[in-house]
């Protein structure tokens, strides 16, 4: 049998023209290996002189040889890809082509459904010719790559023991592979081998993926036995043809890039192509289409990660939807939860959110689907793009395994409980009713004395709304939260204290006031009780009082004590923030000095005294004279000193010393332009992120036309968090300036509230809600579409807060 058209999708550089030489005509195997190769350019040259069909056009003109070849074409490109695949499939089922055909049409058909993000056909497709009779007819090469093609489609779909099972079909059938038996069939012009060596060469290349993907399946269903049959092995010569080393450095690259320039807000910053060119992404994508054509999905995996990532490594242009689009779904399919993460971080922050918000309906749509962690991923985003409606049955799918703790996906095994409420507690503020959440959280709280699930219901319960809660399950809740205001429960029992407490039940309240009087208090509680105490009429009691008081001067203490030795703590509650709110709270003078200690002692981490500083600044009314006039004289120790600065402790940047000072008036107008210079000059993003949090600070003390360009210029920043963050303050900034500066910021504040994304127009949004109402009829008034771009915003959040502020009009 001539197996010259298999060896064209599986090793066209073999069978296609050499893209450098000039060829007048190409027979249909030839040119389906150009499409395999993406030698779009040099086929579109053939097809402009009637040699090949063209892949966009109709016509009849062609023989039953050339069809498969139209059809392929059509499946590469995304504006035919369902005409190709549903013409691919059609020829996989007709009897009026070769079998050999068929079978080859049908791996395509598989492909362009995958790459579709629809698994699901592209397993039936493959599976519909697999469980034909034809298969008889079929050599071992052929049946080899048809079970490879099974195994991989299966293991999309996360069923891994039939993958398992596909794949070890393929490596019997590839066993029974004599090359040697092969009739010769022509090669392309100028090759240096034999049709019998370019056999061998596929043979051994389909025999490595079949092992490879054997070996990681069983490892991935817990075989202990697969570890220690692991050896290493060199690589093929057919996956070396395809250039695996070259997409394996791509991919070393583009991790550190893509974690650095689009996950971390501190170091986000132009975004830039791979040096490799146009040429070298060519070749990246018919490496891939290799890996999906063989059915290798480990390879395939890591070809889609890596288009996926390069999608958002783009610079932004027009196209920037539908790439941004395509690069979320090929991390989806690469299962790659990490990626996907930050993919859909960085979509919600500056667009496309229709992209988001699609990828997120398909998940609804397919309720049969199993849902893994890139999945929970997306509806995490999407999670205020979602109708509420549609949250609750989307709750009820994600809890569907009930108190499973263990599942597997692409990425391997990971903590299913705690992914999925983790997304449940990014959809409970969109709920149609909190009392479906309840019951949930009832059932985990009964069956699970997790730590980590625990920490993710304490998360959950302080979205939802407990005034709907039934009397007998408010009785429940007290008596447990009473119950576990010590241990792995505290948290949760900390937030149902505060949400039933703006219901105005304060009997959890009390508890904890109690165990705050005894030696059972902690600083989450006291923490929890200083919240409750700030935004209720609840009281603390004197011994609670004093209890609290104890506890913040000993931590604040100790953290000064410690930093003095060199050594510091990460995470927990901030003991400095705490302290001021409760000085305030209950004003109480020692904590007061000892507060002003830690804020003005050059030795702590600025980001420990970040929060603090910033409650002063913004309530320095409320602060004792004394207590600003030490703050004012020892401001040179607010900041921590350089020689002291590490990159761990002091990697996010704080200006909250340089506000403090603006606000206090302790600095002057040269200082002040000297501060913005440095800070907008500065490489990373997160001094820019500063400055442009201290504009409205800034603009008493230097011009304020000055500061309003500065914010205008930071508007167009490469990064979103520092755009965002002076959108936040154009809206206060209009008020400051004359006129005709007015009208140009209230220009760009239009420009800014039609921007995709939820970061940009959300913070436009809080710029308005901190104006008095005049203020922002004035801006609503004279910004062209204001009024309907906030109404209809796809995003919950900004709608709901536009209706507290303007209500339904």
């Known amino acids: ?82 005409l190709g695949s549903s013409d691919l499939n059609s020829i996989s089922q007709s009897e009026d082509f070769p079998v050999l055909g068929r079978a080859v049409a049908a791996v395509l058909a598989s492909c362009a459904y995958s790459d579709m993000n629809d698994p699901e056909a592209a397993l039936a497709v493959v599976e519909a010719f697999t469980g034909n009779t034809v298969m008889e007819q079929l050599d071992p090469l052929t049946k080899a790559v048809l079970h490879l093609q099974t195994g991989c489609r299966r293991a999309d779909l996360d069923a891994y023991e039939d993958a398992l099972s596909a794949y070890e079909d393929a490596s019997v059938h590839l066993a029974d592979l004599h090359t040697d038996q092969y009739e010769s069939f022509e090669l392309s012009e100028g090759s240096t081998t034999t049709s019998t060596d370019v056999l061998a060469f596929v043979k051994e290349g389909l025999a490595d993926s079949a092992h490879l993907n054997i070996v990681n399946l069983r490892m991935k269903l817990g075989d202990d036995d697969a570890w220690t049959e692991t050896v290493r092995r060199a690589v093929s010569r057919f996956w070396l043809t395809h250039d695996r080393g070259s997409l394996s450095s791509l991919s070393r690259w583009q991790s550190k890039e893509f974690d650095e320039r689009i996950d971390s807000a501190a170091r986000l910053g132009q975004r830039r192509i791979f040096s490799g060119g146009a040429s070298f992404y060519k070749t990246l994508e018919s490496n891939a289409l290799a890996a999906e054509i063989t059915g290798d999905w480990a390879r395939a995996r890591e070809a889609r990660k890596v288009l996926g990532r390069d999608r958002f490594l783009q610079r932004p242009d027009a196209n920037s939807f539908s790439y941004r689009k395509d690069g979320l779904a090929l991390l989806l399919r690469s299962g790659d939860s990490k ?46 793009l979602i109708p509420s409606e549609v949250v609750d049955s989307l709750i009820a799918r994600v809890l569907q395994h009930g108190s499973n703790r263990i599942a597997i996906d692409a990425a391997g095994m990971y903590r299913l409980d705690d992914e999925a409420w983790s997304v449940v507690s990014a959809l409970t503020p969109y709920v149609s009713d909190s009392g479906f959440i309840h019951s949930y959280l009832f059932d985990a709280v009964n069956e699970s004395s997790d730590s980590l699930v625990l920490r993710r219901l304490a998360d959950v319960a302080s979205k939802m709304d407990w005034s709907v809660i039934d009397d007998q399950s408010r009785e429940w809740w007290l008596e447990w939260a009473a119950d576990n205001l010590a241990g792995d429960g505290a948290e949760l029992s900390v937030s149902i204290a505060e949400r039933l407490a703006i219901t105005g039940d304060l009997r959890l309240a009390d508890a904890i006031k109690e165990a705050m009087s005894t030696d059972a208090g902690s600083p989450l509680l006291a923490a929890g009780l200083v919240d409750i105490a700030t935004r209720t009429s609840f009281s603390i009691s004197d011994d609670a009082r004093h209890s609290i008081r104890d506890l913040v001067l000993d931590a604040m203490r100790k953290k000064r004590n410690d930093a003095a030795h060199g050594s510091f703590s990460v995470g927990g509650i901030d003991v400095i923030y705490l302290a001021t709110v409760f000085s305030h709270l209950c004003e109480s003078h020692e904590t007061w000095e000892e507060i002003s200690s830690c804020l003005t002692d050059p030795l702590i981490p600025d980001s420990d005294k970040a929060s603090s500083l910033e409650w002063v600044t913004t309530n320095l009314d409320k602060v004792p004279g004394e207590v600003r006039q030490r703050l004012v004289i020892h401001s040179g120790g607010l900041q921590r000193k350089p020689e002291h600065r590490n990159e761990f402790l002091d990697w996010k940047k704080s200006a909250a010393a340089l506000r403090f000072r603006c606000r206090a008036g302790a600095i002057d107008s040269q ?113 062209s579409g204001a009024r309907e771009l906030l109404q209809e915003h796809p995003d919950v959040k900004i709608k709901k807060l536009w209706q507290e502020m303007h209500g339904s009009d």
Not at 352 to 368: K, N, V
């Open 339 to 384: 990626a996907v993460t930050r993919a859909v971080r960085l979509i919600r922050r500056e667009g496309p959110l229709a992209a988001l918000q699609e990828l997120a309906d398909d998940i609804f749509q397919h309720s049969s689907r199993q849902l893994g962690r890139s999945h929970l991923a997306i509806i995490r985003g999407a999670s205020s």
């Open 1 to 82: 049998m001539n197996l010259r058209l298999l060896v064209s999708i599986l090793y066209p550089a073999e069978i296609a023209p050499h893209p450098n030489w000039t060829v007048h005509s190409v027979d249909p195997v030839a040119a389906l290996g150009m499409l395999c190769l993406h030698h779009f350019s040099e086929y579109g040259e053939l097809a402009r002189k009637g040699a090949v069909p063209d892949p966009i056009k109709g016509s009849s003109e062609w023989t039953q040889d050339w069809k498969l070849v139209q059809a392929f074409g059509r499946s590469l490109f995304v504006e035919t890809q369902p």
């Open 671 to 783: 200082e002040v332009y000297r501060a913005i210079d440095t800070l907008c000059s500065a490489p990373d993003n997160q001094s820019r992120l500063e400055c442009a949090r201290s504009l409205t600070l800034m603009a008493p003390i230097v011009s304020p036309e000055f500061v309003a360009s500065v914010a205008m210029e930071l508007a167009r920043d490469a990064s979103v968090v520092v755009r965002a963050a002076s959108a936040r303050y154009l809206p206060p900034l209009a008020f400051m300036v004359d006129e005709g500066m007015r009208e140009v910021i209230l220009s760009k504040i239009g420009e800014l509230l039609a921007v995709d994304g939820v970061d940009i127009p959300l913070s436009v949004l809080l710029g308005l809600q901190s104006l008095d109402l005049d203020e922002r009829e004035t801006i609503v008034s004279r910004v």
